[in-house]
């Protein structure tokens, strides 16, 4: 698809690649491409775009498949990476890239794609990378001295002294009430908006994700491997653990793994449509 888009005030001496990934998981070396977009536009306006669904090759744990909507049924019938990675490499040729925060995730994960291929692609070398993320951090500051300017239309005198900061807080929080009409006005609802849990993990630690309801290590050797394997396989790591200093909810998964007992992921109730 090539039409030709306003370039506003950025100056490009060559193209720019925007792009953006979804994949099985969070793990940019084992996890595996379900959909990518690539928009690339010239120093002329020019614009062009690749975007397909991808077949991983392997099965998409419904914990992802709740943040992106993708599953099986969708990916049926789409390319592997193996069949477009020519493709992906043509399009980015001679390219610099762009994303939101996309050094940390979707470039390596593009990249271990390739390495699969055998392709060598290094994005930094000879490439230029621009994070709309790491802008938008650097110019609208997030912290209480902000809120309190924005909020309540006032300097903070005395920053960072814990009483300052704290009568502070209490202020933005009324002044966020008022603002906000839809914002709830009660303690546990605020909790359950805001505060919600990542329930992509089995720990406080983040040292086991779920996937396919049973937990998968993120850390050490056996990174990407299921506890419950690791139990079968490796008891020893799983000894090594309990004689460190993991958490505590961290050792009690690990214990009941060497019993025998592997923690299931709970499905959500489906909400009640009785009314």
């Known amino acids: 698809m090539t039409n030709t888009v306003s370039l506003g005030k950025l100056q490009l001496s060559r193209p720019l690649v925007t792009l953006d990934l979804e994949a099985t998981g969070l793990d940019a070396e084992l996890d595996r491409i379900v959909e990518i977009a690539l928009i690339r536009v010239a120093p002329n306006g020019a614009r062009h775009q690749f ?21 099986a049924e969708r990916v049926k019938g789409a390319p592997s990476f193996k069949d477009i990675g020519e493709d992906v490499l043509d ?30 692609w290094d994005y930094e070398k000879d490439v230029r990378l621009v994070d709309a993320q790491a802008i938008f951090h650097k110019r609208e500051p997030r912290d209480l001295t902000a809120a309190f300017r924005f909020y309540c239309n006032d300097e903070l005198e005395g920053a ?11 202020q933005v929080l009324l ?30 630690e983040r040292r086991f994700l779920w996937k396919n309801g049973e937990p998968v290590f993120n850390f050490g050797i056996h990174k990407g491997e299921s506890l419950r394997k690791v139990a079968a396989e490796d008891p020893e790591f799983l000894d090594w653990i309990l004689r460190k200093k993991f958490a505590s909810d961290v050792k009690d998964i690990v214990k009941g793994a060497l019993q025998g007992e592997i923690p299931q992921r709970q499905k959500e109730p489906a909400p009640d449509a009785s009314g």
């Open 51 to 71: 975007h397909t669904l991808v077949d991983p090759g392997v099965g998409i744990p419904e914990e992802s498949t709740a943040v992106h909507g993708i599953d």
């Open 175 to 204: 002044a966020q009430l008022e603002r906000y009409p839809d914002l709830p006005t009660d303690v546990p609802a605020l909790d359950a908006a805001f505060n919600r849990r990542d329930s992509r993990f089995v720990d406080s």
């Open 91 to 120: 399009f980015l040729r001679d390219a610099d890239l762009c994303g939101f925060n996309h050094r940390r995730f979707d470039l390596p994960l593009l990249r271990a794609e390739f390495r699969r291929l055998d392709i060598a």
């Open 160 to 170: 960072h002294g814990a009483l300052a900061d704290a009568a502070a807080t209490w």
